[in-house]
């Protein structure tokens, strides 16, 4: 699979997940990693605020994931919610998870924060995956993205 990340990042990868936890890559995007799990920006989708979280090992399975993942995995949502919340004091939050064959399992939360227009958090993805590539183009819209991102670095930092 080989992509263009949000920051003009050459990927070339049998798994996206993987890469996005490799420390050396998308560093721009990453906002914290633990042993077990990363967080980063969307690396396609250039939405402020939206985050990916993916273990640190390549997972494909929700049930695969250890009783330690899946602890930390509940502690970090709900961080997410508090800096979401703080950030761009914004109740409405969508969540999902993407769990395919072989793939490497991931989470995504999306804050509702009415800097694009999005009907309702079932849509959310189909809205940003048409306005994509307006989004990384958008000079205003990437400085949104990498303010959310410092902001992000800044709540997880103190954690
Ligand atoms: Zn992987």
Not at 71 to 85: G, P, S
Not at 90 to 100: D, G, P, Q, V
């Amino acid at each position: 699979m080989k992509f263009t990340t949000i920051f003009n990042e050459e990927i070339d990868t049998p798994c996206a997940g993987c890469v996005v936890a490799d420390s050396t890559k998308f560093r721009e995007g990453r906002i914290y990693q633990s042993k077990l799990w990363d967080l980063s920006q969307d690396f396609e989708i250039a939405y402020p605020g939206m985050i990916v979280l993916s273990p640190m090992r390549h997972v494909s399975n929700y049930m695969d994931l250890s009783e330690d993942e899946l602890n930390e995995l509940k502690i970090l949502t709900c961080h997410c919610k508090i800096a979401i919340k703080k950030i761009f004091h914004c109740e409405k939050i969508a969540y999902m998870f993407y769990e395919k064959p072989d793939g490497h399992i991931h989470f995504i939360i999306i804050p509702l924060h009415g800097l694009i227009e999005i009907k309702d958090k079932y849509s959310v993805l189909g809205e940003l995956m048409v306005k994509a590539n307006n989004l990384r183009t958008d000079k205003e819209n990437m400085v949104r993205v990498s303010q959310a991102i410092d902001d992000y670095r800044e709540y997880f930092i103190n954690i």
